[in-house]
């Protein structure tokens, strides 16, 4: 889609076209619809009209009832954060008493949209002139007021009370990267806006050690997915890690405390993949009042029960050999016919062994696998 063609679907005709294709969508094969949008409209404009209803109904993963009304472009789409996820870092930074803030490489706008929800005066800059325009036209689709430049982020002046917000292109001509050397603005760049009032979205994968000092790293899943880690620039860092699971928006900070060490108790705890990539499992331990079953696994042991949004529970229902010869001769004592495995820190393919095992019987089961003071152990378990 070009610049011309969007704009002819922001028209009153336009606007016409794009409520009929989604009344008619799957009354219709697109075929059907689009043969026959053709003989009113030009072909350019139906074709965007149908890939626009398209990316509205995928976009409803993300944007929820929100995407009915927005507009996308394919690859802008994957891009794009997760509203909740922008809803959450807006408030947090409007929360700071920030007021306005700068969108440098704002794609379709879904972060304007969510800072300018949250009180903030905003700024677009986007060097694409056609996500430029979807942007400013989702900001006039949800009624809010804002500014999109169409222009080089690096060469945009930012005001004196506007904060930073960057979300580096991840992907070169190989396809998505995982190397702070491959963003787009470069890294270093994103650096030196972090030494001040900016904010940052990066891989979820993002290794601690290339974190700025002075700057906070939040890890935040939403749903049980890893999505982001966001980097808080040194006059907003309040922790040097932090981990937030959505839509709880339960938390927690680096502590350095030690936890203990020891076997399991009469449940386990897997933490959130928040917490896992923040390096903040001794720190949940702390919370529930539990300690490690290994120094080098991400699980958590209590005698008690701890219902929290930062972890999965299981109570440990008996221990199980581990090799598998003898695991399979106590899962069929047991009429284990479907299994779940679940894996950490030991040598184990989930699908290969339960495929091995060829267990048959009525009753289902989970195990966990994985290492409890360097040895491995399983349990069979039950989920709180």
């Not at 969007?6 to 336009?14: D, K, M, N, R, T």
């Not at 002046?157 to 603005?185: C, K, N």
């Not at 006059?235 to 890690?241: E, L, M, N, Y």
């Not at 079953?293 to 109570?315: E, K, M, N, Q």
Request: glycine share 10%; aromatic share 4%; charged share 25%.
């Amino acid at each position: 889609m070009d610049l011309a063609t969007f704009e002819q679907l922001l028209s009153p005709a336009g606007q016409l076209l794009l409520d009929e294709v989604a009344q008619r969508a799957g009354v219709e094969s697109d075929l059907a619809l689009g043969t026959r949008l053709r003989k009113t409209y030009a072909p350019s404009l139906v074709a965007a009209a149908v890939t626009q209803n398209h990316l509205r109904g995928k976009a409803a993963t993300k944007f929820g009832a929100d995407a009915a009304r927005m507009y996308f472009t394919h690859d802008a789409l994957e891009q794009s954060t997760r509203m909740s996820v922008a809803t959450h870092r807006a408030h947090r930074l409007a929360s700071t008493g920030a007021t306005s803030a700068i969108d440098l490489g704002c794609g379709i706008g879904g972060d304007l949209v969510a800072l300018a929800r949250a009180g903030l005066q905003v700024r677009g800059v986007e060097l694409d002139p056609v996500r430029a325009a979807v942007a400013a036209a989702n900001l006039r689709a949800h009624g809010l007021d804002g500014e999109v430049i169409c222009a080089d982020a690096r060469s945009v002046d930012r005001r004196r009370d506007e904060v930073a917000f960057i979300d580096p292109a991840r992907r070169d001509g190989r396809g998505r990267t995982f190397s702070t050397s491959d963003l787009q603005p470069p890294w270093d760049w994103v650096r030196e806006l972090l030494a001040g009032r900016a904010v940052a979205k990066l891989m979820p994968g993002l290794a601690h050690d290339a974190v700025p000092a002075g700057v906070e790293a939040e890890w935040v899943s939403d749903g049980g997915s890893l999505v982001e880690a966001c980097l808080w620039g040194a006059p907003f860092a309040s922790a040097t890690r932090r981990a937030t699971v959505l839509p709880s928006g339960a938390g927690l900070v680096s502590t350095g405390e030690p936890v203990a060490v020891a076997d399991v108790g009469a449940y386990l705890y897997e933490p959130d993949d928040a917490v896992i990539r923040a390096g903040l499992v001794s720190e949940l331990a702390a919370t529930i009042g539990g300690w490690l079953p290994d120094a080098h696994i991400a699980y958590v042991a209590s005698d008690g029960v701890h219902p929290t949004p930062l972890a999965r529970g299981f109570r440990i229902v008996d221990e199980l050999p581990f090799r598998e010869k003898p695991l399979k001769a106590a899962l069929q004592v047991r009429r284990v016919g479907t299994l779940t495995v679940k894996k950490r820190g030991v040598d184990v393919v989930p699908e290969e062994l339960v495929r091995r095992l060829k267990l048959k019987g009525p009753n289902t089961a989970t195990i966990i696998m994985t290492r409890v003071l360097g040895n491995g152990r399983a349990y069979l378990v039950e989920r709180l």
